[in-house]
T-cell receptor
Framework: DAKTTQPTSMDCAEGRAANLPCNHS???????VYWYRQIHSQGPQYIIH???NNETNEMASLIITEDRKSSTLILPHATLRDTAVYYC?????????????FGDGTTLTVKP | GAVVSQHPSWVICKSGTSVKIECRSL??????MFWYRQFPKQSLMLMAT?????????EQGVEKDKFLINHASLTLSTLTVTSAHPEDSSFYIC???????????????FGPGTRLTVT
């Protein structure tokens, strides 16, 4: 699976959009970008995933650059409950499907 | 989304004893489950892949005789930490893989984790 690089930490004001970047310059053509988050002392929670098109669901939006070497997770209106470690993961769709390799992630702190 | 449970949520045991952690997929069948370990302020590290009805596949550096994995049914995988020592104290997380036929894709769901403290 391709390696990802994320900033160690970010702050965001409550109610504002949180934009979390991820670099995955070695991503291959059949690999998807997945985002999970982990709130303290809990298991990871799935947020969103995509291949090359931008994706949106009830939790977040995912913007993937045209060359697919980077992506941004957008939480449109961050709340205090969004404070967590966010992991960007790249993995194959069916090959090794479900076998996620976690990097260090970004610790997002949402402040009042 | 699909639900994965773990039991117990936390356990304290004495050095030298064995501890069993259960991982269950509550509303779907999981042919494959994964076991992760997470030390404080660190990321999740994959320990092993558990396939129903067959032997688990361990990641490099993980002792298969120390971390026994059994995946006897499509909804249950167990991790037994044998002869536990204080350095085995960690947060153990399982995940289950499910094929969503409606979306034609595999999805991965994580359990809430089990906090193991070895004294």
């Amino acid at each position: 699976d391709a390696k990802t690089t994320q900033p160690t930490s970010m702050d965001c004001a409550e109610g504002r959009a949180a934009n979390l970047p991820c670099n995955h310059s070695t991503i291959s053509g059949n690999e998807y970008v997945y985002w999970y988050r982990q709130i303290h002392s809990q298991g990871p929670q799935y947020i969103i995933h995509g291949l090359k098109n931008n994706e949106t669901n009830e939790m977040a939006s995912l913007i993937i650059t045209e060359d697919r070497k980077s992506s941004t997770l957008i939480l449109p209106h961050a709340t205090l409950r969004d404070t967590a470690v966010y992991y960007c993961i790249v993995r194959g769709f069916n090959t090794n499907a479900g076998k996620s390799t976690f990097g260090d992630g970004t610790t997002l702190t949402v402040k009042p | 989304g699909a639900v994965v449970s773990q039991h117990p949520s936390w356990v304290i045991c004495k050095s030298g004893t064995s501890v069993k952690i259960e991982c269950r997929s509550l509303d779907f069948q999981a042919t494959t489950m994964f076991w992760y370990r997470q030390f404080p302020k660190q990321s999740l590290m994959l320990m092993a892949t558990s396939n129903e009805g067959s032997k688990a596949t361990y990641e490099q550096g993980v002792e298969k005789d120390k971390f026994l994995i059994n995946h006897a049914s499509l909804t249950l995988s167990t991790l037994t930490v044998t002869s536990a020592h204080p350095e085995d104290s960690s947060f153990y997380i399982c995940s289950a893989r499910w094929f969503n036929s409606g979306r034609s894709q595999y999805e991965q769901y994580f359990g809430p984790g089990t906090r193991l403290t070895v004294t």
